[in-house]
């Protein structure tokens, strides 16, 4: 009986949270997170941007002038029928989701999102509408399933990309502009044989915190995804999940209003404030997928100032790592995320739940702010060497209390300065020789 009064507890609890969830706070975690790891994983991985020694991009083939490894089937013309005996080679033995989902906590990221299902139309779980999917092969263990508990595991939000307009797969779904178009009949097919049921699958298999859908204002998305379907597929999530969010690029060319955070185009880094909840997509190296040959890493200082930026504007930062077809993370790869773990170790408080401040900011600077314990601060980042040793910010003198390195709690010295007030910065903090230099500003309230 105890048992049973329990399970019937927490029922209740369960709903009653559930019932908590409305459009005005579904995502407020998401606005506190501001950084998140995406993933792009699949059987193109197995390639890693090559195939029969043609390496993307390749101009040899007409749409082959790529970098994203993750559309090779499409860029290097790879036949159907070899790329769907990737199922046979996909068998990820050093696939790890602990390992995985630590290293995103570890670098001070909030949330983990996934490609359940990419362009390809493979789907990464052992899906009950489709054989296209992680059940024929002969990796039997539960990828996503493992995944979501170790981001309960770790405290992390999860949610999984679902390509739900182009299906290179299935005979009804959307493909490249420069191959033969499906009719809308034959699309409408896809939506209701494959799409909206893989959407449910994995609602009610594993409660995403987030779905991750993807169009880019193409023909394709002219052509197929009306208001209609797009309102249908919202109306489906909505119904089965209340809490999961929905990015706008369900639809880019009109993601109408019952959405929950707008998705900017990839690397995209819009100049000014937003005033919707919205983040970045982007990635370490130019692909998405993982491309062995892709040796275009950026550094952790311009990836801390992508996010420093978005922050500053009231947005967030996903950013992406593509994994090997084994299931290992390219070492480069960690070592990025644990060189932004640092800098978050110590800086994360002008990120986390930080919002964006209403002061014209000097050139390569961002500021956010915060309250501490019913105090003001002001974070200045530093993106780019100065050239002077001084920091003039437009505040005046009165209403600064005090003014610290947030890393390392050195006194900043300042004073008047005729556009405000002047800091006074050592040289290798001025030079950024460090990474990101964030300054702690208190103020009076």
């Known amino acids: 009986m105890k048992k049973i009064f329990f399970a019937i507890t927490m029922l209740v609890i369960t709903n009653a949270q559930a019932q908590q969830i409305t459009a005005a706070n579904r995502a407020n975690w998401f606005k506190e997170a501001r950084f998140g790891m995406f993933i792009h994983w699949g059987l193109y991985s197995i390639l890693g941007g090559t195939y029969k020694n043609h390496t993307m991009p390749d101009k040899n083939f007409k749409n082959g002038n790529s970098w994203y490894s993750e559309w090779i089937q499409q860029r290097l013309e790879v036949p159907k029928a070899e790329y769907r005996a990737l199922v046979k080679q996909f ?11 630590r290293e995103a906590k570890n670098a001070g990221m909030k949330y983990f999102v996934i490609t359940s299902k990419h362009h390809d139309g493979f789907a990464l779980w052992d899906s009950k509408v489709s054989t296209y999917d992680l059940g024929s092969t002969s990796y039997k263990k539960d990828i996503l399933g493992d995944l979501a508990k170790a981001c309960k595991k770790y405290g ?7 390509s739900h307009c182009e299906d290179w797969d299935h005979p009804g779904g959307a493909t490249p502009s ?8 034959q699309f409408e097919q896809y939506w209701n044989e494959k799409c909206l049921p893989q959407v449910k699958e994995l609602i009610e298999r594993y409660s995403p915190d ?6 880019w204002g193409d023909e394709q998305e002219k052509i197929f995804i009306s208001d ?11 119904n089965l999940s209340p809490k999961t969010l929905i990015n706008g690029r369900i639809s880019w060319l009109n993601p109408g209003n019952d959405i929950d955070f707008l998705e900017m185009m990839d690397n995209d880094y819009p100049s000014e404030l937003l005033q919707r909840p919205w983040q970045t997509p982007a990635t370490m190296v130019h692909s998405w997928g993982w ?13 801390v100032g992508y996010l420093v930026n978005n922050v500053s504007k009231g947005g967030n930062y996903l950013l992406n790592i593509g994994p090997k077809g084994d299931g290992s993370i390219p070492a480069m790869a960690t070592r990025r995320l644990r060189e932004m773990g640092g800098w978050m170790l110590t800086n994360a408080e ?4 930080a ?5 014209k900011a000097p050139d390569n600077i961002r500021l956010t702010q915060g309250t501490i314990n019913g105090k003001k601060f002001i974070y200045a980042s530093i993106l780019k060497p100065l050239e002077e040793k001084k920091l003039v910010l437009p505040l005046p003198l009165q209403q600064v209390v005090s003014c610290r390195m947030l890393d390392t709690g050195m006194p900043v010295p300042f004073e008047k300065n005729n556009a405000g007030t002047s800091f006074t910065l050592t040289d290798k903090i001025a030079l950024t020789e460090d990474g990101v230099p964030v300054l702690k500003i208190e103020l009076n309230n």
């Not at 068998?91 to 989902?101: G, H, R, Y």
């Not at 992390?156 to 679902?162: A, D, E, R």
């Open 228 to 238: 209609k379907r797009r309102d249908q597929l919202i109306a489906l999530i909505r």
């Open 291 to 303: 491309h062995a040959k892709d040796y275009n890493w950026k550094t952790a200082k311009e990836m």
């Open 178 to 185: 420069w191959t033969p178009q499906k009719t809308d009949s």
């Open 156 to 162: 992390l939000k999860y949610g999984f990309y679902y």
């Open 350 to 353: 002008a990120i986390y739940g």
């Open 91 to 101: 068998n990820p033995v050093n696939f790890d989701a602990d390992s995985w989902i």
């Open 210 to 215: 987030m779905f991750w859908f993807d169009t």
């Open 355 to 359: 919002m964006p401040v209403a002061l």
